[in-house]
């Protein structure tokens, strides 16, 4: 005798295979909703599975649109006539194809007002649910049960299925069984929203970027008025909206890098990648490898296949800076891309099509080295199509002072110095100096000079002693220290009325009466 009720043996064989397939199926749902980035071909899969394994007529997913309140049927099973069949282009097309001419009934409405299940055994008994769901339902009674999907704990939508009904169906654990689904779908959603909100950070972030790129190199931007200067303006905007390779040769430090990128960012491929390597910093057994890439296998460390500069710059411009220190095996590979836009990766034998412009850049003349036999002179033609001069800052003695200006405008905004000008003496030793390391000697030194001011004026005791020793700088004359003195002496005085604006009786009284002295004399 048994004092309880027990199942016979085959009910409850079906009660554990039900509950087996129902865990199956939440695995493959979980496999659905994480294999794709786009939520609906997931969705429609989920669908299908609860369909194939269930007993679901029918299925649908409905969202409630975050601006305007609006409820969207964004996944169906049936879908709706002219939606696609196949759940891997299930994504494709209008966002609300699964959905169009399905409203969500009264119950779906207030299952995702309330957050709160619905559970409806027989359909038959609710007329108005009835009516609503008659035109896309299979003959014979069917169950109704709708369980809100949940985003950060609140309701945004709901899974509504329908299935048939079946007098011995446990509906509480069947609510059950579909709370976790639409669980799941809620935490798919949520992992969506968050990626699409940083793809959206990412793409505004590049075009911010971009634009500051754009602006920053732009000709307006680009400092100097001499006729020198200009010349280079004025090949750099001929020859910037099109395709043709460009060598730029000058000394170093006289903004090479700044050239390019201003042909870059005024071209047709300003929205592609500049990639810049510098030549002379890579070792000749790597240079080869990190221009053209390399395949698995290659050599000791070559783990995995890897792309060089080259594919990086797919589509933009690769700017190879002292191209005069590459090495010659390299040039030949070199010069083949320049013809034939296509190379082999390092110890493979796939050809590799690129669309890549070339900037090239060196210091060095590049014609002894044809001679010595260390620069190929048809790579050399290659390069030279359309060739820029830089002029060093000794021939542009105009720009030095504009060059001076615009960097302590730069690095007092950057140390948060109150510095405004330059004083004369120091403008005449920056006009006087040589300059042999150009623009880039040049900011250096009003850096240094704009963190050891502690005033608002720049003044000669500022500047570095090269600046100030008769060997590197024209500007010092042997005086005696009377004349020093007066010199100095003015140059306050000077400085004082320049902050004054002229006016004497704003000046402290030891300066006007050294003024006053000054003027005796």
């Known amino acids: 005798m048994t004092r309880g009720r027990v199942e016979p043996k085959d009910v409850a064989a079906d009660r554990r295979a039900a509950e087996v397939r129902k865990l199956s199926t939440l695995v493959e749902i979980s496999q659905a909703l994480a294999g794709t980035l786009d939520l609906r071909p997931g969705l429609h899969r989920a669908l299908e599975l609860l369909e194939q394994h269930h007993s679901v007529v029918n299925a649908a997913v409905t969202l409630r649109d975050e601006e305007n309140g609006d409820l969207d049927v964004i996944a169906s099973n049936p879908r709706a006539p002219g939606a696609p069949r196949s759940s891997a282009t299930a994504g494709s097309g209008n966002g609300n194809a699964a959905g169009k001419g399905r409203s969500p009934d ?36 069917r169950s109704f049960i709708a369980v809100p999907i949940l985003l950060n704990r609140r309701p945004a ?87 043709t390779t460009v060598l730029i040769r000058g000394e170093s430090g006289t ?42 296998g290659a050599f000791t460390d070559a783990h995995a296949r890897r792309k060089g500069r080259f594919e990086m710059a797919e589509g933009g411009t690769l700017f190879l800076d002292e191209i005069g220190d590459i090495n010659l095996p390299t040039q030949v590979k070199l010069l083949r891309v320049l013809q034939e836009r296509e190379f082999e990766r390092l110890g493979g034998t796939e050809t590799v099509k690129v669309n890549v412009r070339l900037i090239a850049a060196t210091n060095k003349a590049l014609e002894p080295a044809i001679e010595g036999g260390t620069f190929r002179e048809d790579l050399y033609y290659r390069l030279n199509v359309f060739t820029i001069f830089v002029p060093p800052l000794r021939e542009r003695k105009t720009d ?30 920056l006009m006087s100096y040589h300059w042999p390391g150009n623009v880039r000697e040049l900011e250096n030194t009003i850096e240094r000079a704009v963190l050891v001011c502690d005033g608002h004026a720049i003044h000669a005791h500022h500047l570095p002693p090269t600046l100030q020793t008769a060997t590197s700088s024209d500007s010092y004359v042997s005086q005696s220290l009377k004349d020093a003195t007066d010199a100095y002496e003015r140059d306050v005085i000077q400085d004082a009325l320049k902050t004054a604006r002229g006016n004497r009786a704003r000046l402290p009284r030891a300066v006007f009466k050294a003024s006053w002295m000054t003027s005796r004399s």
């Open 400 to 429: 030095i002072l504009l060059c001076a200006d615009h960097f302590l405008q730069k690095f007092a905004r950057e140390h948060g110095k109150a510095i405004r000008r330059i004083a004369t003496p120091a403008i005449d030793m």
């Open 157 to 243: 939508g709901a899974l509504t299925v329908e299935l048939a009904f079946k007098s011995e169906r446990l509906y509480d654990r069947s609510a059950k069984f579909f709370g976790v689904v639409a669980s799941m779908i809620g935490q798919a959603l949520k992992v969506q929203k968050l990626i699409e909100a940083e793809r959206q950070r990412l793409v505004d972030e590049n075009v911010h970027l971009r634009q500051e790129l754009r602006e920053r190199y732009d000709f307006s931007n680009l400092v100097g008025t001499s006729n020198a200067i200009r010349q280079v303006y004025e090949q750099v905007a001929q020859v910037a909206r099109t395709s």
């Open 106 to 141: 009264h119950v779906t409405d207030q299952v995702i007002r309330t957050g709160r299940s619905v559970v409806i055994p027989d359909i038959d008994h609710e007329p108005l649910l009835k009516a609503k769901l008659g035109d896309r339902s299979k003959p014979g009674h």
């Open 255 to 296: 903004g090479k890098e700044l050239i390019a990128h201003a042909i870059h960012y005024n071209s047709l491929r300003a929205r592609k990648p500049f990639v810049k390597v510098s030549c002379g910093a890579l070792p000749d057994t790597l240079m080869e490898s990190e221009l053209f890439g390399y395949e698995k």
